[in-house]
């Protein structure tokens, strides 16, 4: 009775994620913004920007899906949530949510923090299923929220008046110096299977990506852009 009882609290709480919609796996750096010892801005060999990067060429390879990543966070998408599954090969291959981040951030926490031996950064994860259809908006959804976090970050090292809109910082900030390398960034950097695709192109038109493989050089994926509307935080 009481195991029934518990176990039954467990499941309440525990969502399932779909095994034929999208799979994200997000994650937000824990205290990173607000880090002296980080910049952001850089992209140096060892720098916080270079190891996600490094990070997000190794899972959209490994899983075969998409990563967008930028500022402090990282969001995985995967076309194909079986892939991810048989892998980490949860407890009673289950699908509760639960059970795949926890197995899954650790994976990324030991990967992410093995470029640098000296500290330790930890994250905030979440999992979640997306409608097929909304993977393009997913990912235009997430580079807005980078780019307000970026140009805000910025214009406070740059010491422009954070209080201007968005649009209007990003006019501040053309004004300054190194902006051109930090417009490269700004907006996120998007992968798939291991490579770096346009974003733009993503977002506006859709992507037709060959995407070559060992045994296959002929697999196609094709994304349409779904028209919404973003709304800053």
């Avoid at 002296?36 to 920007?49: A, P, T, V």
């Avoid at 995985?76 to 980490?88: C, K, Q, R, S, W």
């Avoid at 994250?123 to 393009?136: A, M, N, Q, R, V």
């Amino acid at each position: 009775m009481w195991n029934s009882y518990f176990f039954q609290l467990q499941k309440k709480y525990n969502m399932r994620i779909s095994t034929k919609m999208p799979l994200v796996f997000r994650f937000d750096g824990r205290q990173i913004t607000k880090n002296k010892d980080i910049n952001l801005l850089d992209e140096y060999d060892g720098s916080f920007f270079d190891c996600l990067e490094k990070t997000a060429r190794f899972f959209t390879e490994k899983y075969h899906c998409y990563a967008i990543f930028g500022s402090d966070e990282i969001s995985f998408i995967v076309p194909d949530p079986n892939v991810v599954i048989e892998d980490l090969e949860p407890n009673d291959k289950t699908t509760h949510s639960q059970e795949l981040i926890a197995l899954f951030s650790q994976y990324f926490f030991d990967y992410f923090n093995h470029f640098d031996t000296h500290r330790k950064f930890f994250w905030h994860g979440k999992c979640f299923s997306i409608p097929e259809g909304k993977l393009t908006s997913y990912i235009k959804y997430r580079s807005r929220i980078i780019k307000n976090v970026m140009v805000t970050y910025f214009a406070k090292v740059n010491r422009v008046n954070n209080d201007l809109g968005l649009e209007e910082k990003v006019q501040m900030c053309k004004t300054l110096p190194g902006y051109d390398d930090f417009s490269k960034i700004q907006d996120g950097i998007l992968f798939f299977g291991g490579m770096k695709i346009d974003l733009d192109e993503f977002i506006v038109n859709g992507v037709k990506e060959e995407v070559m493989s060992d045994d296959k050089a002929d697999a196609e994926i094709f994304v349409d852009l779904d028209d919404i509307d973003i709304e800053m935080l």
